[in-house]
């Protein structure tokens, strides 16, 4: 599975895992939104959360250490949210592979199986 996502100026295709719980870029496994949330509360913690990384920008530009902070916060407030950070959204007791390099997880077969165009940029 590849999602696709919008970009600036091109789509970027990048692979799922089979079980949906991951996105992987650069060989790097990232946690997935979950899909669990309803479009409403999906489309308002994403909006959240582009507010959010625009605000760490302004802050970074006005060197401004608690304006960033406050603004860090809240992407990670967004992301934990949309179940990309925090407890883990799904209840069968799995690992969470987060961050994990897939070659060193039990994705590594799946991932090797790949053609090469579907591993995403720079795998």
Not at 77 to 84: R, S, T, V
């Amino acid at each position: 599975m590849v999602w696709s996502l919008a970009g600036r100026n091109a789509a970027l295709s990048v692979p799922t895992t089979p079980d949906g719980r991951y996105i992987v870029v650069r060989g790097r496994l990232w946690r997935a939104a979950n899909p669990g949330l309803d479009e409403v509360t999906r489309t308002a913690l994403v909006a959240q959360l582009m507010d959010a990384r625009r605000a760490v920008k302004t802050a970074l530009a006005a060197d401004d250490a608690a304006q960033l902070a406050a603004a860090r916060a809240a992407v990670d407030a967004a992301k934990i949210g949309l179940g990309e950070r925090g407890p883990v959204w799904w209840s069968d007791g799995a690992k969470d592979f987060n961050r994990h390099l897939v070659k060193n997880t039990p994705y590594a077969t799946w991932y090797a199986a790949l053609p090469c165009s579907e591993q995403g940029p720079n795998a």
